[in-house]
């Protein structure tokens, strides 16, 4: 799986200037408190998510913060970061710094990404579009959700300059994924990320205490709605609903069951090009979510199917869910450009294994052939540093950027990512280290209990 030559390759971001935007980050804020301007979003990343808390709705805050089971593997993520400390070396010359990394062949001013993430439009109105362009000002590529709340073109065209990755749900329909990879190339995507973690969805107590998911209101299918091929497979399941499986359910009129008819009816426009009133009497928006919820996922994937995405792509081909060595080594056996360790922050497996208790073990056995991109827990730069410290060539991050989008918006994501490098910078200098290349284990000493 070679990396392809790029299309509409973004220009490549300038590493001192987010070395000097990161320097200059608490000198602006100290300085903006003379005045008594403070930040649009807390630094503390526990008041963060408390702030999310309150500006967004209970179904909200539950699906973005939420984690499967009893969140034992939410816990278990961050506690594995008290494993290790930043063991700091005085008296070196640590004026220059250098944050940069070498990623899918380009020179990237910082080591992080963003993750993907479904549904914003819970967090925000502009949803991707505020995190695209937020991205693209901090120089940090941005993962684009398979459960978008807005095409992908459409997101490309708010951050044109910035550098993006398209995440693919494997779909039970192999014609709708080779739809969405063509359509993620055109749009100037730079690899492909493939989920291997969510062929089931997770047992989400606080989503289900809540009765709520949001993909049946309608929301979080973008991707899908503006597909060809899925429009086409929306349109055989109205001409043949007895053929589709559908069930006569019938649902108790309530004012909330009207306001999830009136959201399914406004995303239906993008079927039909239709306003809401006739968009409520077409039977083709909720026919989407119900074609949705039948080929999101398919949990018959194996290994083998793997070697059709190439098929569908020249594309990177990057694996994320990776928890095992094994895996990692089957990855690269299959001709993978880089695996993702990830747990999914949590929010599949209850008692899963914590990513970064096995980042060192994954890291060992790449061995650097291919990137090892890390997730799941990470709140700040610290935890970044000690990311890369065990092994992570590129460290992505979830909910802090969600919960700076619901507080902020756009500028509520500028300001965490602004926060989260320049904690990295600070602490790579305060440990004694000028280049986040060059950070390995050395640089950690193992917590004594």
């Known amino acids: 799986m070679s990396p392809a030559a790029g299309r509409n390759d973004p220009a490549p971001a300038d590493p001192a200037a987010a070395r000097g935007a990161s320097r200059r980050a608490q000198s602006d804020i100290y300085r903006a408190g003379i005045s008594g301007t403070r930040t649009r979003v807390p630094v503390d990343p526990t008041t963060l998510e408390d702030a999310a808390r309150r500006a967004l709705s209970a179904e909200a805050f539950a699906y973005i913060a939420g984690g499967a089971g009893a969140e034992a593997t939410m816990a278990s993520n961050r506690a594995a970061f008290d494993e290790w400390q930043v063991w700091p070396r005085p008296l070196r010359d640590v004026s220059q710094r250098d944050l940069s990394i070498e990623l899918l062949g380009r020179r990237r001013p910082t080591p992080l990404l963003l993750a993907p993430l479904g549904v914003m439009e819970m967090a925000h109105p502009d949803a991707d579009l505020a995190v695209a362009r937020a991205a693209a000002a901090a120089g940090v590529p941005y993962t684009l959700s398979n459960q978008a709340s807005f095409a992908m073109e459409r997101i490309a065209d708010a951050a044109p300059d910035g550098a993006r990755l398209f995440q693919l749900y494997w779909s039970a329909s192999d014609e709708l994924n080779a739809s969405l990879l063509r359509r993620a190339e055109a749009s100037g995507c730079e690899a492909i990320v493939v989920t291997l973690d969510t062929h ?15 993909f049946t209101r309608g929301m979080g299918i973008a991707q899908y709605t503006s597909d ?3 429009q086409q497979l929306v349109r055989e399941r109205v001409r043949t609903p007895a053929a589709s499986g559908d069930a006569s359910t019938t649902v108790r009129i309530t ?3 009207i306001a999830a008819g009136v959201t399914i009816a406004r995303k239906g426009g993008a079927l039909t090009g239709a306003g809401l009133r006739e968009s ?3 039977p083709l928006p909720r026919a989407a979510v119900e074609t949705f919820l039948d080929v999101f996922s398919t949990p018959a994937v ?5 070697a059709r995405a190439r098929e569908w792509t020249s594309l990177p081909i990057i694996l994320k869910g990776i928890v095992h060595p094994d895996d990692a080594a089957r990855a690269m056996d299959a001709g993978a450009d880089g695996v993702w360790v990830s747990n999914h922050g949590g929010r599949q497996i209850d008692r899963s294994v914590p990513t970064l208790a096995v980042l060192p073990e994954i890291a060992d056995r790449v061995a650097g052939r ?10 700040g730069g610290a935890d970044v540093f000690v990311a890369l410290a065990l092994g992570a060539s590129a460290v992505a991050i979830g909910r802090p950027y969600a919960y700076g989008l619901g507080v902020a918006g756009e500028d509520g994501v500028r300001e965490v ?3 989260i490098v320049a904690e990295l910078d600070i602490t790579l200098g305060l440990a004694g280290h000028t280049r986040v290349d060059d950070l390995g284990r050395d640089a950690l000493r193992a917590a004594r209990r």
């Open 200 to 214: 089931l969805l997770g047992w989400r107590t606080r989503d289900l205490d809540l009765a709520y998911l949001p």
């Open 228 to 230: 060809p091929v899925f």
């Open 255 to 257: 004012p909330k069951a």
């Open 280 to 282: 409520l009497r077409s």
């Open 302 to 306: 194996t290994w083998d199917d793997l």
């Open 370 to 379: 291919i990137p090892v991109i890390f997730d799941s827990g990470v709140r």
């Open 417 to 419: 990512l602004r926060n």
